[in-house]
């Protein structure tokens, strides 16, 4: 057995039949992301140097997709962690990264918190605002929808620094943090959105990743480069369990005298939603590739995954719906929570509309 294949084992053991209690509860235990997390799962790309597993991209991947299978509110979680873990492996200075990423394989968890109230899709307005003050530093801001924040002992929170910006590691209990959840968001409900609010928060300078201030655009395109194709595998996920209850629905229930697959219009759909997995999946492995041999294309494959996957995502749970009708609008069930779950694919980590955008300047960067 290899370690993903070791890994994906753990996690199918841990989430079981419980997905659908946890989507309903609006929570997941408290424990479970603990025991994963001290098991290494939740950032699995982390060197073994640090404690981590140290898987490949393609393998977290794939890891991801299989989370994203059982429950898309744990792999939220999961991309969540990546993300701080990454930021912190990719700005921290070497005691930085020694000390937090052992803490986030051991069974810390963390958040990080891009969005505010009036900077969404356009990051460069971001407000939160980092100040030096001698030895320490003092936060003022306003985060919104920062999944897993409610789970979190770190923030890893993005905001204006000196002239440009930094990341700062931002302990979830320090005075003047509060951490509000969302309640009953549309999907992933047992994610752990919440919005923070940072209320002169005063830190030691060495929280700040780096100690220096960077630009606010590499800064933020790096950390979202890793959610983009984490969320992209997540959707792969979606779709393989869409598929999964389609599929098996249609060739067990009979009506007019066959099975659902034999008719024609049902089975258009699962064609479908097989040529959506197969797509999705390969343009995962190819972005995971690039970011394997650290290609510079990363940065537009990670867009195009994560585009593809989450409209086909979408698009594949509502089809699934369609083919279970009754049997699949239970609430807590696995079409049901994926057709809520999908949606927000399609928003978070770049909308569709911001994604187009970013693809289509590629396309005219390609007109010779």
Same mark, same amino acid.
């Not at 307005?125 to 920062?146: E, F, M, P, Q, R």
């Not at 409610?150 to 000196?162: E, N, P």
């Not at 960077?214 to 779709?239: D, E, H, K, M, P």
């Not at 389609?246 to 024609?264: C, I, M, N, T």
């Given at each position: 057995?290899?370690?993903?294949?070791?890994?994906?084992?753990?996690?199918?053991?841990?989430?079981?039949?419980?997905?659908?209690?946890?989507?309903?509860?609006?929570?997941?235990?408290?424990?479970?992301?603990?025991?994963?997390?001290?098991?290494?799962?939740?950032?699995?790309?982390?060197?073994?140097?640090?404690?981590?597993?140290?898987?490949?991209?393609?393998?977290?991947?794939?890891?991801?997709?299989?989370?994203?299978?059982?429950?898309?509110?744990?792999?939220?979680?999961?991309?969540?962690?990546?993300?701080?873990?990454?930021?912190?492996?990719?700005?921290?200075?070497?005691?930085?990264?020694?000390?937090?990423?052992?803490?986030?394989? +051991?069974?810390?968890?963390?958040? /990080?918190?891009?969005?505010?109230?009036? $900077?969404?899709?356009? &990051?460069?307005? @971001? #407000?939160? !605002?980092?100040?030096?003050?001698?030895?320490?530093?003092?936060?003022?801001?306003?985060?919104?929808?920062?999944?897993?924040?409610?789970?979190?002992?770190?923030?890893?929170?993005?905001?204006?620094?000196?002239?440009?910006?930094?990341?700062?590691?931002?302990?979830?209990?320090?005075?003047?943090?509060?951490?509000?959840?969302?309640?009953?968001?549309?999907?992933?409900?047992?994610?752990?959105?919440?919005?923070?609010?940072?209320?002169?928060? +005063?830190?030691?300078?060495?929280? /700040?990743?780096?100690?220096?201030?960077? $630009?606010?655009?590499? &800064?933020?395109? @790096? #950390?979202? !480069?890793?959610?983009?194709?984490?969320?992209?595998?997540?959707?792969?996920?979606?779709?393989?369990?869409?598929?999964?209850?389609?599929?098996?629905?249609?060739?067990?229930?009979?009506?007019?005298?066959?099975?659902?697959?034999?008719?024609?219009?049902?089975?258009?759909?699962?064609?479908?939603?097989?040529?959506?997995?197969?797509?999705?999946?390969?343009?995962?492995?190819?972005?995971?590739?690039?970011?394997?041999?650290?290609?510079?294309?990363?940065?537009?494959?990670?867009?195009?995954?994560?585009?593809?996957?989450?409209?086909?995502?979408?698009?594949?749970?509502? #089809?699934?719906?369609?083919?279970?009708?009754?049997?699949?609008?239970?609430?807590?069930?696995?079409?049901?929570?994926?057709?809520?779950?999908?949606?927000?694919?399609?928003?978070?980590?770049?909308?569709?509309?911001?994604?187009?955008?970013?693809?289509?300047?590629?396309?005219?960067?390609?007109?010779?």
């Amino acid at each position: 057995m290899t370690l993903r294949e070791e890994l994906a084992t753990l996690l199918s053991e841990e989430v079981g039949d419980r997905a659908g209690d946890w989507d309903l509860a609006g929570a997941i235990p408290l424990e479970t992301l603990r025991r994963l997390g001290g098991e290494g799962v939740l950032c699995a790309e982390v060197p073994a140097e640090f404690g981590g597993r140290g898987l490949s991209g393609l393998d977290n991947g794939e890891l991801t997709a299989h989370a994203g299978t059982l429950c898309s509110s744990l792999r939220s979680v999961m991309t969540s962690q990546g993300m701080a873990a990454w930021t912190i492996q990719r700005f921290g200075t070497r005691e930085q990264r020694s000390k937090e990423l052992a803490a986030l394989t +051991r069974g810390d968890l963390a958040a /990080v918190a891009f969005s505010e109230p009036q $900077a969404g899709s356009d &990051l460069s307005a @971001i #407000a939160t !605002t980092v100040v030096d003050d001698g030895d320490s530093v003092v936060l003022n801001g306003h985060k919104v929808w920062s999944t897993a924040s409610a789970y979190a002992d770190v923030l890893v929170v993005f905001g204006r620094y000196q002239d440009g910006a930094a990341a700062v590691l931002v302990p979830t209990r320090a005075p003047g943090v509060t951490v509000r959840p969302i309640p009953q968001p549309l999907g992933c409900r047992a994610a752990g959105h919440a919005d923070v609010l940072l209320e002169d928060v +005063r830190l030691p300078a060495t929280r /700040v990743l780096s100690g220096a201030s960077v $630009a606010l655009g590499l &800064l933020t395109t @790096i #950390a979202l !480069t890793y959610g983009r194709l984490s969320v992209a595998w997540g959707c792969v996920g979606i779709i393989r369990a869409c598929l999964g209850a389609a599929a098996s629905h249609a060739r067990d229930r009979e009506q007019f005298g066959k099975p659902l697959a034999e008719h024609q219009l049902v089975a258009r759909h699962l064609a479908e939603m097989y040529v959506a997995e197969q797509t999705a999946t390969r343009l995962c492995e190819h972005a995971s590739g690039c970011w394997d041999s650290r290609s510079a294309e990363l940065s537009s494959a990670s867009v195009l995954a994560k585009h593809a996957a989450a409209g086909h995502a979408a698009h594949t749970a509502s #089809a699934a719906v369609q083919i279970l009708a009754s049997a699949g609008s239970v609430d807590g069930g696995t079409v049901a929570r994926a057709y809520r779950d999908a949606k927000l694919m399609q928003i978070i980590e770049g909308s569709e509309e911001i994604c187009q955008l970013i693809l289509a300047e590629r396309a005219l960067e390609r007109v010779t």
